[in-house]
T-cell receptor
Framework: GQNIDQPTEMTATEGAIVQINCTYQ??????LFWYQQHAGEAPTFLSY????GLEEKGRFSSFLSRSKGYSYLLLKELQMKDSASYLC????????????FGKGTMLLVSP | DVKVTQSSRYLVKRTGEKVFLECVQD?????MFWYRQDPGLGLRLIYF???????EKGDIPEGYSVSREKKERFSLILESASTNQTSMYLC???????????FGPGTRLTVT
């Protein structure tokens, strides 16, 4: 079976750093995605990790530990526009399987 | 620029009506997906298609059907709409079945 856990909500202050965790238990693993979704809009791709370690992309970084079934998304220098839901999604073993999404973490950035 | 479009952003239908939600992608992707998204439940997969005329049930297919007559178009059909189908419906496409998905803007359906 597939199980992905993320915190439901987080709050942070403009200019700060926030880490959003994702733990997963899946029947196979082929990679992990992070998506950002603003209220009323479609999810948009942020990052993809297939190997252990940190992937950095501007203010956003994503980390993966396959042995621990754990990932995090790190957002630096928070801006008000970063207020959104952040979805963790696991790509299972190849075959007739699709992405499994977590329920998302709602991040609220305050002034 | 990749693009997935959906026929309506907002739709209001009555209980018992037949509802068609259309999705079109211009990226020549093999795979297309229909999700519904509800507060506290996240994205749930309704159906997906990995080729023209091919379809597979997702996690919550009951009350829905799909059609894929052309590669670029994937339709979601609610045979007899019910109030518990009030939701945000998101279409997505991807080149690989378990790869990055590109989402449409969503259709917020209200069934009264």
């Amino acid at each position: 079976g597939q199980n992905i856990d993320q915190p439901t909500e987080m709050t942070a202050t403009e200019g700060a750093i926030v880490q959003i965790n994702c733990t997963y238990q899946t029947s196979g693993f082929n990679g992990l995605f992070w998506y950002q979704q603003h209220a009323g809009e479609a999810p948009t791709f942020l990052s993809y990790n297939v190997l252990d370690g940190l992937e950095e992309k501007g203010r956003f970084s994503s980390f993966l530990s396959r042995s621990k079934g754990y990932s995090y998304l790190l957002l630096k220098e928070l801006q008000m526009k970063d207020s959104a839901s952040y979805l963790c999604a696991v790509s299972p073993r190849a075959g007739y399987s699709t992405l499994t999404f977590g329920k998302g973490t709602m991040l609220l950035v305050s002034p | 620029d990749v693009k997935v479009t959906q026929s309506s952003r907002y739709l209001v239908k009555r209980t018992g009506e037949k509802v068609f939600l259309e999705c079109v992608q211009d990226m020549d992707h093999e795979n297309m997906f229909w999700y519904r998204q509800d507060p506290g439940l996240g994205l749930r997969l309704i159906y997906f298609s990995y080729d023209v005329k091919m379809k597979e049930k997702g996690d919550i297919p009951e009350g829905y059907s799909v059609s894929r007559e052309k590669k670029e178009r994937f339709s979601l059909i609610l045979e007899s709409a019910s109030t518990n189908q009030t939701s945000m419906y998101l279409c997505a496409s991807s080149p690989g079945l378990a790869g990055e998905q590109y989402f449409g803007p969503g259709t917020r359906l209200t069934v009264t």
